[in-house]
């Protein structure tokens, strides 16, 4: 019972996350659930520090997904 409830508060989680973007993203066009994204990158390669942006500003391309840890960004380097 505890599980249902920790997978329904995280989807609810994740669709309240998604659905908050600012509107200064520019969306990937045929892509809704992709945005335009402006990230630092560390030592090993991995986008940290995101900020959502404009296409012309943007580093990313990022989209939200949900993890085991909660809601988090999958980007990839554009």
Do not use: W
């Amino acid at each position: 019972m505890k599980t249902r409830i920790a997978a329904l508060a995280a989807a609810v989680t994740f669709v309240g996350a998604v659905t908050a973007s600012p509107a200064i993203a520019d969306p990937v066009p045929g892509s809704p659930n992709r945005f335009y994204a402006s990230c630092a990158v560390d030592l090993l390669g991995v986008p940290v520090s995101c900020l959502e942006t404009d296409e012309e500003h943007a580093t990313h391309i990022c989209q939200y997904v949900l993890t085991a840890f909660g809601v988090g960004l999958d980007c990839i380097q554009r």
